[in-house]
């Protein structure tokens, strides 16, 4: 059964700090993994996508890694800013399934 | 990226009601669509699978006549709470993929839906 661990759980910090979010997960059979950024009360906002066979995606001030072998993938965000303030959650896609399973989330609070 | 619409975004109603959300791909068809439900401070429950045309697929746990999924054509499916009861509180959200499978395709996540039953 796949799960899917993030930490830290929580996390507070400065502004301007470049920060790293980790996921991990049990089994490497998995489509993609996506990362996602939700606000409170909020629906989801997609952030990046990796597709199995890919190592990183980026975009803007992020950047994520996949290292399916170890079952982990890591997000990082440059230069912290108090509007990335939210939680984060990544999510694997089951390879052989349609299920998608989620991370116990990250939640994020930069001080301005 | 495909958008996916929810509606309503939000329904308070009285327990032993029943309460329908609707999920639509927007700009794209959906073979597939998936229904979760988020409790506070938690992450996201994965609670059934719904192909067009064809039954849906409940995960352990979720109560298939409790939660009913109609998946009628490519771009809408339904989830009815029935008889609701506060206990069935969340946040709902539903999710899409395209034809090709999730290898080819993310999933698009709806804006979700809060419920609140009193």
């Known amino acids: 059964k796949q799960e899917v661990t993030q930490i830290p759980a929580a996390l507070s910090v400065p502004e301007g700090e470049n920060l790293v979010l980790n996921c991990s997960f049990t089994?490497?059979?998995?489509?993609?993994l996506q990362w996602f950024r939700q606000d409170p009360g909020k629906g989801l906002t997609s952030l990046l996508l990796?597709?199995?066979?890919?190592r990183e995606q980026t975009s803007g001030r992020l950047n994520a890694s996949l290292d399916k072998s170890s079952g982990r993938s890591t997000l990082y965000i440059a230069a912290s800013q108090p509007g990335d303030s939210a939680t984060y959650l990544c999510a694997v896609f089951i390879s052989g399934t349609y299920k998608y399973i989620f991370g116990t989330g990250t939640r994020l609070k930069v001080l301005a | 990226g495909a958008v996916v619409s929810q509606h309503p975004s939000w329904v308070i109603c009285k327990s032993g009601t029943s309460v329908k959300i609707e999920c639509r791909s927007l700009?794209?068809?959906?073979?597939?669509m998936f229904w979760y439900r988020q409790f506070p401070k938690q992450s996201l429950m994965l609670m059934a699978t719904s192909n067009e045309g064809s039954k849906a697929t409940y995960e352990q746990g979720v109560e298939k006549d409790k939660f009913l999924i109609n998946h009628a054509s490519l771009t809408l499916s339904t989830l009815t709470v029935t008889s609701a009861h506060p206990e069935d509180s969340s946040f709902y959200i539903c999710s899409a993929i395209g034809a090709g499978g999730p290898s080819y395709n993310e999933q698009f996540f709806g804006p979700g839906t809060r419920l609140t039953v009193l």
């Open positions: 990796i597709q199995s066979s890919q």
């Open positions: 700009d794209f068809q959906a073979t597939t």
């Open positions: 089994d490497s059979a998995i489509y993609n």
